[in-house]
């Protein structure tokens, strides 16, 4: 069992930056592949970054490539999401998700996904 828990949201103005954290509890989380996802009102959750058990691989969706970065510490059981340029179209609920699955090219799938956290709100005011 992991425990998920998002931090760093809120509100920003657009251009701004955040950077969210997710804080892991349990487990040994250098096993885990994670990935941040997003929802935003009467939206599907959509994918944003993915990064492998190392950190050596990341995997951005197109709307947030050379925006976001995805980065993680193991030795802290955590990984961020350095969110720079911010659009209104970023606002939405970010949540965090660990999977115990090798990589492959279903990361971008929640279903590829064990353990999620409980979310953070973004907004991005124009």
């Known amino acids: 069992q992991v425990q998920l828990v998002e931090s760093g949201g809120g509100l920003v103005q657009a251009g701004g930056s955040l950077r969210l954290s997710c804080t892991a509890s349990?487990?040994?989380?250098?096993?885990?592949?994670v990935g941040w996802f997003r929802q935003a009102p009467g939206k599907e959750r959509e994918f944003v970054a993915a990064i492998s058990r190392s950190g050596g691989i990341v995997s951005y969706a197109d709307s947030v490539k050379g925006r976001f970065t995805i980065s993680r510490e193991n030795a802290k059981n955590t990984v961020w999401l350095q969110m720079n340029s911010l659009k209104p179209e970023d606002t939405a609920v970010y949540y965090c998700?660990?999977?115990?699955?090798?990589?492959?090219?279903?990361?971008?799938?929640?279903?590829?996904?064990?353990?999620w956290g409980q979310g953070t709100q973004v907004t991005v005011s124009s």
């Open positions: 349990g487990r040994t989380f250098s096993n885990y592949v």
């Open positions: 998700a660990a999977s115990a699955r090798s990589w492959s090219s279903t990361y971008s799938f929640p279903s590829y996904y064990d353990y």
